[in-house]
């Protein structure tokens, strides 16, 4: 795994290596919460095939992250700002979506088996080729403002 990741972003860096370490803190996620983490910042974050499974990332902003490939199945992304963001070829199986935010996030090719997205905002986000979602969901994903392109 490849993780590049710039000088300018020393607390998500410090988050990364300790999510990795699997040794996330809710003093550490406050702390992030409390700071802001623009699009700029994260936009230049390169997090592809990172494998955050069953981290607690509940709340954190990773708005335009480049996140495609990366493992996250049993994560936490309840009220997790996900706008904007590269979620091709990931693994979110097992997830907990409550509530994030997906406007325009890319979903392409994603494993979303047994993926909670109640009162997810889905909308403008482009779902294709996806693991894990029956018609009823597509309809309701849909219904919320999210593409299907296939």
Known sequence: MTLIISDRCLSLKLLIFKLICQCVTPKLIQKLRMEEIDKNRLIKDYLTGVDLSGANLQGIN????NLSKANLSG????YTDLSWANLS???LSNCNLNNAILQR?????????NVDFNDANVINARFADNQGIND???NTLIQRGAFFDN
């Open 75 to 78: 994560c936490n992304l309840s």
């Open 105 to 113: 996030s890319c979903l392409n090719k994603t494993k979303l088996t």
């Open 89 to 91: 070829y990931a693994n």
């Open 136 to 138: 009823e969901l597509k």
């Open 62 to 65: 990773l708005s335009w992250a």
